[in-house]
């Protein structure tokens, strides 16, 4: 029985052919190696992958924009540049229309001020022209999509774990709710950091690369046990030891796992909501059953608790709860209702 599973799960689909991106027109763009020296110097300091992802991204749009307009020396670059740069995010328009956020337009040019901070220290510029650049600052948004516990648990049964790949997915979904860790650390996450007999989950240099150790609830851990034995060696295809593998017997990549989480929303019928979702439903459920705002502040791995109390806004049970029985204007036992009375 398990030689057959093992057969099915093992005839995967090859994976199709990379493809391959066409020349950039900007190649030749001296400004080029000074990205590079840049990142490579964003490394060195110790900062995180997705930083250095996301500097360098940033970065190379900005050095395209730049070439389109024939600024190829760092001298060229004033802070009349930056501001001109700074109002083609602010019209620029996506494919379906919409503009750029003020979240997305700051996390484009953030980057930049670290880069040309950076410029000016080794000597490569004068002066830092990005110094006096004023950011557009992000509205605080509560999170789009609020789930019910409900909800969870419509999100949660979703995979069908008859299938090894639905029992895969469950535990997924199980760790995501139960910890409330991040995308990226869910992704990380290796075999000898889920402690099932304790109860405890490491996440090893999470966001602003901090440790921390997390408790995991007993029906994840019953599910992350099940998946152990019955998947995993299904999966592992080489000596790796990261906790969640994929199809292909390899660590899941953010988006894909991403595409797979809100794969179960819809199934719920839940109109947008993916990883995040459930680390916010963990937050306000937590609260709502009274929870200490700083135990949730610890689990979620916020440095400053202004970040954790965006929760006591969306946990309503509380305030329904205290409206209801505050509030005048409400029904009386043994009261009719408005129209009766009229």
Same mark, same amino acid.
């Given at each position: 029985?398990i030689?057959?599973r093992k057969?099915?799960?093992l ?5 199709p052919?990379?493809r ?5 027109p900007s ?6 190696s000074d ?11 110790g900062?995180?992958?997705?930083t250095?992802?996301l ?5 190379g ?6 070439d389109?307009?024939s600024?190829t020396?760092?001298t060229q ?5 930056l501001?001109?740069?700074q109002?083609h995010?602010h019209?620029?328009?996506?494919a379906n ?17 670290a880069f040309?901070?950076w410029m000016?220290r080794?000597?490569r ?9 004023v950011l557009?600052?992000?509205p605080?948004q509560?999170?789009?999509a ?5 909800q969870v648990e ?11 790949m639905?029992?895969?997915?469950r535990?997924?979904?199980?760790t995501l709710y139960s910890?409330?860790?991040r995308?990226?650390e869910l992704?990380?996450l ?9 109860g !405890?989950? &490491?996440?090893?240099? %999470?966001?602003g690369r =901090?440790?921390?150790l997390i408790?995991? @609830?007993e ?7 099940r998946?152990?034995?019955e998947v995993?060696p299904?999966?592992?295809?080489a000596e ?8 292909y ?8 796992l991403s595409?797979m989480?809100?794969?179960?929303m819809r199934?719920?019928?839940?109109t947008?909501g993916?990883c995040?979702?459930?680390r916010?439903a963990?937050? !306000?459920? &937590?609260?709502?059953n %009274?929870a200490?705002i =700083?135990?949730?502040q610890?689990?979620l @791995? ?9 929760y006591?806004?969306v ?6 709860a205290?409206?209801?029985a505050?509030h ?5 036992r043994?009261e009719d209702?408005?129209?009766k009375?009229?």
């Amino acid at each position: 029985m398990i030689a057959r599973r093992k057969q099915r799960v093992l005839r995967r689909k090859p994976r199709p052919p990379a493809r391959v991106a066409p020349a950039d027109p900007s190649a030749a763009n001296p400004l080029w190696s000074d990205q590079r020296a840049f990142i490579a110097w964003t490394a060195a300091v110790g900062l995180s992958a997705h930083t250095v992802r996301l500097r360098e991204s940033a970065v190379g749009a900005f050095i395209r924009w730049a070439d389109e307009r024939s600024l190829t020396d760092p001298t060229q670059l004033s802070r009349a540049v930056l501001e001109g740069y700074q109002r083609h995010l602010h019209h620029y328009r996506k494919a379906n229309g919409e503009p750029l956020s003020f979240a997305t337009q700051a996390t484009r040019l953030n980057p930049l001020r670290a880069f040309f901070k950076w410029m000016a220290r080794e000597r490569r510029i004068l002066y830092n022209p990005a110094t006096e650049l004023v950011l557009p600052k992000p509205p605080r948004q509560l999170p789009k999509a609020l789930l019910s516990v409900v909800q969870v648990e419509a999100v949660i049964h979703a995979p069908d774990v008859s299938t090894p790949m639905g029992l895969r997915n469950r535990a997924i979904l199980e760790t995501l709710y139960s910890t409330a860790i991040r995308r990226s650390e869910l992704t990380a996450l290796k075999l000898y950091e889920v402690d099932l007999d304790r109860g !405890t989950l &490491m996440v090893r240099l %999470g966001k602003g690369r =901090r440790d921390r150790l997390i408790p995991i @609830g007993e029906r994840a851990c019953a599910w992350i046990r099940r998946y152990l034995e019955e998947v995993r060696p299904l999966l592992a295809i080489a000596e790796d030891a990261t906790l969640f593998l994929t199809d292909y017997g390899e660590p899941f990549e953010r988006h894909r796992l991403s595409d797979m989480v809100a794969k179960y929303m819809r199934h719920a019928g839940l109109t947008h909501g993916s990883c995040h979702a459930l680390r916010h439903a963990c937050a !306000t459920h &937590m609260l709502e059953n %009274g929870a200490d705002i =700083r135990f949730i502040q610890v689990l979620l @791995g916020h440095s400053e608790l202004s970040t954790t109390q965006i929760y006591t806004q969306v946990a309503i049970g509380k305030l329904k709860a205290i409206h209801a029985a505050t509030h005048p204007a409400r029904l009386q036992r043994g009261e009719d209702s408005a129209d009766k009375a009229s």
